[in-house]
């Protein structure tokens, strides 16, 4: 794939000459990872023109002025990690690329470390939001978007794309690879998955359940190892009084699971589902306002975060991260009327992530990409679709 760079932009809706002012990270913005997301929408013809598209994302930034901020380290504007809102500085980053190939030759659209030539760099970015047009020979194109998650969680980026701060926008809604490899798989027989349960769970619970069974088989963990399972939990809706969806920054923990492998393995889906179920229900309001309460002892301090202590291998770990509740595969960016036909996250090769998004065949279902080293890979290929 040959991918060349025609244009560059930095696009702010703050006046340069004003007094900036800054708005310290909350604590939930300070626990999540120091990285930026990637994000890519493949679209078929006909579809709106650039000068169109980069309209409509002028006018909504202009309601999320955080994606065009600055972040600033605390030592030099106060005595935490804050944004930086106006002055000299910040804004989104906008590439314009042409990409020699047809966009056909590259789908179905699955993660791969070659579409790092189809967003802008993600290793220490000078801005906190960048995107990237990517028009193909064939007249479709891939946008691109990266965030930093301190800035925004899923839910914001999603209300980013659908909603811009409650008013009506252009950008809207519509009615290493040698050593980790990408496993991808649509989850087709979800409702017989759910069928084999004694009680209700949702969608997420069932579905991370058995691939945590799964991906620990295929790991060949001993019987007395702990294996868990960690879940990103939303808490707009979990704290009293709930925060509205349209909330824009991080309000989300962290829920841990775990197990000794041998009682995941012999107690089934079921068993599965159940542990799941109950880590997640503890990451409740009474959890929330913890954590709450920590950050306003403990804000100005220096805090160590936790997911830098990390490498790129989680075993006996699985991280679960699930889109399904977003918008992100509704979106009609400039309301070109363009096909959207792929929807994706970006190739991490990380040991054990596991990303669920809705999927876009005949009849939706769930898409789901994995993560693993390359030898569990092929023996959870093997064995991902059978019921056991």
Known sequence: MEVQVQRTTIISHSDPTAVSSEVPLSVFDRFTSNIHIVMLFAFVPPIASNESLIDGLKRTLVHFPALTAQLSDGRKHSRRPCLVIG????????????VTSNLLDHLPFE???????????????????????N?????????????????ADGQSMSTFLSHGGGQS?????????????????????????????????????????YLWRKITIARGLAEQEYATIRISVNGRRRLQ????????????LVALPGAKVKLLIEGGLSEAAQIVHEGIRKIDDHYFQSFIDFGAIHGDEELRPVYALEGNVLSPAVEADSWLGFEFHKVDFGGG????????????????????IPGLGEGGGVDVFVSLIGEHAKVLSQISHTMD
């Open 87 to 98: 002055g000299e500085g910040g804004g989104a980053l906008l590439l314009e690329a042409a």
């Open 337 to 356: 009327g363009g096909r959207l036909c792929g929807f994706i996250p970006a190739w991490v090769p990380a040991d054990g992530l596991v990303v669920f």
């Open 135 to 151: 028009r193909f020979k064939c007249g479709g194109l891939v946008i691109a978007m990266t965030f930093h998650h301190q800035v």
């Open 111 to 133: 993660p791969s470390r070659h579409f790092k030539l189809l967003h802008p760099l993600t290793e220490e970015p000078e801005h906190l939001f960048q995107v990237q047009l």
């Open 169 to 209: 926008v252009d950008w809207q809604s519509r009615s290493p690879q040698s050593s980790i490899d990408r496993y991808s798989s649509r989850v087709a027989h979800q409702t017989k998955l759910k069928a084999q349960l004694n009680r209700k769970y949702t969608t997420f619970e069932t579905l991370s359940a």
């Open 241 to 252: 009084p709930p925060l509205p969806d349209e909330f824009f920054g991080n309000v989300v």
